[in-house]
DNA sequence: CCTACCGATCGGTAGG
DNA sequence: CCTACCGATCGGTAGG
């Protein structure tokens, strides 16, 4: 599956062949057949185990008696160590979803969606108590999910930046952009 | 070539056939040959007119006398603007363009590199006068990028959000982040 | 513009 | 685990 996953985000689901996944990993295509279902039933792994990690993680943060604010720093915090160490959330996430076949495709969407909503909800409660200082949830939420998808792609560990300081800086960028008292002007 | 990046944008380039392209602007298979040189020909239309676009556009920005988070604004409208109006955008840089072929493939990736490089020199520039309170230019550069991704997937012109305030939102989000005199703590 | 068709490659199976 | 092989589909061409 991490073999699968890495593929996937090389070269994309389509153009990965059963026939570049079984060199991968020292094998003829047709062996594979013995370890797995089919092509799709990999992505189907892939994509639903990395839902269920978010939703379970979800949840505890959730229960927390913290404020809008650290509920939102924690979900950053999440989802940048997710992309920095688990090469398959990067594939469930990014694009590779779209691959799956009915009725999965809905069913993963759906649980998207359910995990879009019950974030923006912990914004919507920010926006509430004045921590912060945007509009529309909607933008915000998505804003955050994209800012952490480059990451992936470009960083890496040990070089120039560590770890921690990429995530304080990107959740500053963030945290401040929505916290912040002045509102820009277009012009 | 609209037909085209529309389909590479919902199935991907691998997963999109001639066939698909072919129903899509009412003809078989074998009759877009006449107008095309083939599959991988449109691909590198639509990213090379892209990616010189862009350019283009940086030209005119890099000319002006203006400030370092002036020209940040006016990067950020240019990428928002593109993103809502032009569907071959979407396709050349979200992903798809990993399908090219060398030597495109690389002369693809010099170009974008070479944009990134001038980008990110605006950045530095406005660490430098002090108006982005900022570390790494980097980090910057590759947020603002990835925070204008999820546009075209998620925003419908005209229904409760005007791109105007979309604009304004977005800007205000990540200018706000880059100004912010307080750096943030994590815990 | 079309019909007819090509060699290559795909995901997957049979059988041992 | 492998070799051998399947029907389907791919990008693209020939010929009119």
Redesign the pocket.
Same mark, same amino acid.
């Given at each position: 599956m991490e073999a699968a996953a890495r593929l996937f985000r090389e070269k994309g689901y389509t153009a990965? +062949?059963?026939?570049d996944l079984a060199q991968a990993v020292d094998?003829?295509? +047709?062996?594979l057949?013995?370890?797995i279902s089919?092509?799709?039933g990999l992505l189907r792994e892939i994509c639903f185990n990395n839902a269920h990690r978010f939703h379970r993680e979800l949840d505890q943060i959730e229960i927390r008696e913290d404020s809008a604010e650290a509920k939102v720093r924690a979900l950053i915090h999440l989802h940048i160590q997710v992309a920095t160490e688990d090469i398959t959330s990067i594939t469930a996430f990014n694009d590779e979803w779209r691959h799956l076949t009915e009725p999965h495709l809905s069913e993963f969407i759906a649980q998207r969606k359910s995990y879009e909503s019950r974030f923006r909800s912990i914004i919507e409660a920010g926006m509430k108590d004045g921590s912060f200082k945007v509009f529309h949830a909607n933008i915000a939420l998505y804003t955050i999910f994209s800012a952490i998808r480059w990451i992936y792609d470009w960083y890496q560990p040990g070089k120039s930046i560590s770890m921690e300081q990429l995530e304080e800086e990107i959740s500053g960028l963030l945290l401040n952009g929505l916290n912040a008292d002045t509102t820009f002007q277009i012009l």
């Open positions: 990965t +062949s059963m026939r094998l003829k295509a +047709s062996s057949y013995n370890h089919g092509k799709e």
